[in-house]
């Protein structure tokens, strides 16, 4: 049958049709619209009928985060600080994983730690130790502390500790390494060990000196000045940063005890555009995690991933909701492919749950370029994201959407219904322990821990399954 030439047409869903009719010389209009994510109709009762008590659960959740303010207070060694850390344990991203089932770079991670530490001295001891069950792991987010791919934190690591200056809590993180061949994409060769070394006994006294002169940092202030200045401090993090050093030079001066020393961690921090990442990381953490007490919330207050699972958690609980981690679609070092990729590994997520990374990619542009996307795909990321939220944070600001607040406050309700996750921006690890980081670029969370969520959250409010 042929239709009229004249005809304008409207196309729900699959975009095969438009294509087709468009190559016919037909003006298509292309509806974006998915089907809910599969669950019990059950369960969408049930939160239907509980819809004003959660609403008000999520104003609250929201209410809190908005009041959050970050700051940078201090610098020590892990096992004095993070809640928890004892000798044996080791952090780790994502959520809670056995030795067996540990992806490969998260498993060059745990061997470069247990070597850093002086637990073993080669690969195979500390293999062989860290699947002795002598070693306990334990998530970075269950003991206040987030980490970037494969998270590590071991009890000799200096970390930061950043506040929540409204609510007082804590939250810490490790100092970053670079980029390539790192602990945290896990490679454990011994120029990783030298400079993980280096920056307990150089980089760490220098800062923490510097600090103590400087009282503290504000970085919620950095981190919404870097946005306008094209930053959405996950993937890219060059204006944080610059930003950063700014503050921290002259303190390092004037702190100064050995000058070689101190012209070192500037050059350190001068030569890395993520150094600001294990800011961004904590102080999102730090804010969040003060709404984890709000029952009844439907809104996410954490992503992570360990290279195998993803996990999120909801505000109001304490348990992880867990899928199959995916594998990025990326940009590739040169040798390695889309073959070589582990699937996505990390806790710097956080940075999307608290409304910037992905969710902030439209004041960040070039991040898309990676991939081969352009500016106005940055835009279409980042509005697709305020579908999924509950509310816009009332700090961070995107300059090409004239100031509009970042998408905040995931809602589980809204992906499962929408059948749209969040858009994430990442590094690529190689799956094989000791390589490291091989690349970066972009992806969509899974559906299944935000349907786990649906569906417990459903449960728990009407009692049972109806």
């Not at 042929?2 to 016919?24: A, H, M, V, W, Y």
């Not at 980081?437 to 728990?460: C, D, K, N, R, W």
Request: charged share 20%; with cysteine.
């Amino acid at each position: 049958m042929k239709l009229d030439k004249t005809l304008s047409i409207i196309n729900i869903g699959i975009e095969g049709f438009k294509d087709d009719l468009e190559r016919q010389g037909y003006q298509v209009s292309q509806i974006n619209w998915h089907p809910p994510a599969q669950t019990p109709f059950w369960a969408f009762e049930s939160l239907e009928a509980r819809s004003e008590l959660i609403d008000a659960a999520n104003r609250e959740t929201m209410e809190i985060i908005q009041k959050g303010k970050a700051s940078l207070v201090g610098l020590d060694i892990a096992g004095n600080v993070i809640p928890g850390m004892h000798e044996k344990l080791i952090l780790h991203a994502g959520p809670p994983i056995t030795w067996d089932r540990m992806c490969g770079p998260m498993r060059g991670a745990v061997i470069g730690a247990l070597i850093y530490e002086g637990k073993a001295e080669d690969y195979a001891k500390a293999e062989k130790l860290a699947a002795s069950g002598e070693i306990e792991f334990a998530p970075c987010h269950d003991h206040s502390s987030v980490g970037p791919m494969a998270g590590i934190i071991s009890p000799s690591m200096p970390v930061y500790i950043v506040r929540n200056e409204s609510f007082g809590n804590q939250a810490y993180c490790t100092l970053n390494e670079g980029l390539g061949k790192v602990l945290r994409y896990g490679a454990f060769s011994e120029e990783v060990i030298a400079r993980l070394k280096w920056m307990e006994k150089v980089l760490y006294p220098v800062l923490k000196n510097a600090l103590k002169l400087l009282g503290k940092i504000d970085l919620s202030s950095i981190i919404s000045q870097a946005l306008h200045m094209g930053d959405e401090v996950h993937n890219r993090n060059r204006a944080a940063t610059s930003l950063l050093i700014r503050q921290f030079a002259p303190a390092v001066l004037r702190s100064s005890v050995e000058r070689e020393d101190s012209a070192a961690a500037l050059e350190f921090i001068n030569g890395n555009d993520h150094f600001f990442l294990n800011l961004s990381m904590p102080a999102c953490k730090a804010i969040l995690d003060a709404a984890k007490d709000i029952p009844n919330s439907s809104i996410a207050i954490a992503m992570a991933r360990n290279g195998t699972d993803f996990g999120i958690k909801l505000a109001g609980r304490n348990d992880w909701f867990v899928g199959k981690a995916l594998v990025p679609e990326a940009l590739f070092f040169p040798g390695y492919t889309i073959a070589d990729a582990n699937p996505d590994i990390g806790d710097s997520t956080i940075t999307e749950t608290g409304g910037l990374g992905g969710f902030a990619i439209a004041a960040a542009p070039a991040i898309v370029q990676f991939v081969g996307g352009n500016a106005s795909d940055a835009l279409d990321y980042t509005l697709k994201m305020y579908d999924i939220c509950f509310g816009e944070s009332g700090s961070y600001q995107i300059p090409a959407l004239d100031f509009r607040g970042t998408p905040l406050g995931i809602d589980i309700r809204k992906v499962v219904e929408l059948n749209t996750t969040p858009f994430l921006d990442t590094g690529v690890a190689h799956k094989e322990p000791g390589i490291g980081q091989i690349g970066a670029g972009v992806l969509q969370a899974p559906i299944e821990p935000f349907v786990s969520a649906y569906l417990t959250l459903a449960e728990s409010l009407s009692g049972g399954k109806e």
